[in-house]
């Protein structure tokens, strides 16, 4: 059996003008649209959620609080004890080589829990207003953070 031209070309057509939902999602590499180094910069943030494989280690950051400033430093407070450290905020890289993802590199000692914290983090989301979710950029490392602004 035969199909008519016109009915095939109509098929075809159909076919692949069809879109799937995730054709309209922003893809992992966009950077986020806002300036990452300045907002982090500004007031006291908080570690949301702290995820290390299937283990869920939040609850080793609460009650510390997190300043970031724009000189490149942040300091943790807790019950009125600083520990101080550095972060480094990195664009998007898209040339050969680069993975296309804005990254956070945080060091800030050697003492529990701010040494889950030492990585380079990819960015996975970012708001102005809910905070930044973060990828370790290691994939064998299984870590994901979230910092919330206070």
């Known amino acids: ?7 095939l070309l109509a098929l075809t057509l159909s076919v692949f003008s069809c ?4 054709d309209n999602l922003i893809p992992a590499t966009a950077t986020p649209t806002f300036d990452v180094k300045g907002v982090m910069a500004t007031g006291s943030w908080t570690v ?15 009650g510390i ?3 970031f400033s724009a000189d490149g430093t942040v300091t943790a407070t807790e019950n009125n004890k600083t520990t101080k450290g550095t972060w480094v905020y990195s664009p ?13 590199t945080i060091n800030i000692g050697t003492s529990k829990p701010f ?3 030492n990585a380079t983090w990819n960015i996975n989301a ?9 990828d ?15």
């Open 48 to 62: 949301g959620s702290f995820r290390q494989r299937t283990e869920d280690k939040s609850s080793g950051f609460k």
């Open 126 to 134: 970012a708001s102005t207003t809910s905070g930044l979710k973060l």
């Open 65 to 67: 609080t997190f300043v």
């Open 1 to 7: 059996m035969k199909l008519p031209l016109q009915l």
């Open 115 to 117: 040494d889950l914290l």
């Open 92 to 104: 998007a890289v898209t040339y050969y080589g680069g993975n296309g993802l804005s990254s956070l």
């Open 19 to 22: 879109k799937k939902a995730s």
């Open 136 to 150: 370790n950029k290691e994939p064998a490392e299984d870590e994901h953070v979230e910092f919330v602004r206070l």
